[in-house]
């Protein structure tokens, strides 16, 4: 009922922004370019077309609501709304401001405040079109050195790739993108691959068969990963408690059969040389802000004679109430800030609202002699664009550091 309820009020405000949004365009250029105005009105109509589609495809959709398909439509449209439903209602409410504005005085609305209406929109549209159709495959690679006090000579230089949150859906119909990614990491000659979760958005049926791509990526000492929120099924409207059970289960074996060692709760050793690697993984559960970290605890009770301590936490707000200070862990890697995909990433200046959420968002954090490494993710999730803040591999090289 919830559902429906929310659904109906979106197709009202759909309706009213389109009646609205061909007024606007009538009023302005109807009597002052025929050309304009018939050009206008058909690149009107095919976005129209476009969003109406997507509308029709996700309420129609008979099928179980966690298939690959219908989750990708999801995210198309929550797309639309924001690349042509928002610029559309900007544009709207300053020519109507204009109307009000004028309408004690000499009547009509105001061309200046309709103009900037527009502009204002148009450039909305550009960035996020520009995000979604570029920038959200824009993968960047991003280089990290951690100085390890006491570092094993055998550990020296030792390269750990980190990618994180790759929410399979992102790649429905750019399948040959993943495949790139997954060239790209071994092009990167990883000793040690780490995901550090949310492979799905919804359910498992997202997973598909992208394990097979998933598994072109190959490590020296192995691959690791963990299951973020999204992989237990959190957002899914419909599951059981049994299907969510069922679900964890599926999951872990996507996981595996991608060539991962999934850690829940628990850790790998990784034997280099005369040195040995605790590589540790703890579960999320839940959605924001209610999120469950694992049991670091019960992960890390058993662990003897290592020489380095990896713990992959998909929270990163998890290193700062768990880790920092409190354990001998020696490097965190983390994900699921996805830089809130949108931001400026620049030399001198990096920043995204994802701070006011995660105070350690991107990049790499110290405190004392440990370390967090957090990733923004190669998928998207809810919104299908990334602006300025491009999807990341990480490359972590390990330095001992003599000081």
Known sequence: MHIFTGAMVLLILLIITEVLTINVIRQHF??????????????????????????IKITSFAGIYDQPENISAITGFYGMLSAVVMPRAVMILFHYSGILIRRKSEGGYSRILTNTGMIIA?????????GSFLGRFNFVTE????????????????????????????????????????????????????????????????????????SLATARYGKFAIMGNHDFGTYHPYFTEAEMENNVLLMNGFIASAGYRVLNDEFAMVNIGNARIAMIGVKTKG?????????????????????????????????????????????????????????????????????????????????????????????????????????????????????
């Open 30 to 55: 109807y009597d002052r370019s025929w050309m304009s105005y018939y050009f206008i009105m058909t690149v009107n109509a095919v976005i129209s077309i476009w969003l109406w589609v997507l509308w």
């Open 122 to 130: 148009a450039l909305m549209f550009v960035v996020i079109a520009t």
């Open 143 to 214: 280089y990290q050195e951690v100085k390890i006090k006491g570092l094993k000579k055998d550990l020296e230089g030792l390269r750990i790739v980190h990618i994180s949150d790759i929410h399979i859906t992102s790649f429905y119909h750019h399948q040959h993108k993943l495949e790139e990614v997954m060239k790209k990491i071994n092009d990167l000659k990883p000793d040690i691959l780490v995901n550090t979760g949310d492979f799905i958005t919804i359910g498992w049926r997202e997973s598909g068969r992208s394990d097979t791509v998933l």
């Open 287 to 403: 959605s924001f802000p209610h999120i469950i970290h694992g049991d670091l605890k019960k992960a890390t009770e058993r662990i003897y004679g290592a020489d380095l301590r990896i713990l992959l936490a998909h929270d990163p707000n998890q290193w700062d109430e768990e880790v920092a200070g409190k354990t001998d862990i020696d490097l965190t890697l983390s994900g699921h800030t996805h830089g809130m995909q949108i931001g400026i990433l620049a030399k001198k200046l990096k920043w995204s609202p994802a701070v006011f959420f995660y105070p350690r968002w991107n990049g790499l954090y110290s405190e004392g002699n440990q370390y967090l490494a957090v990733n923004r993710g190669l998928g998207v999730l809810g919104m299908p664009f990334r602006i300025w803040m491009p999807p990341e591999i990480s490359v972590i090289t390990l330095r001992n550091d003599a000081d």
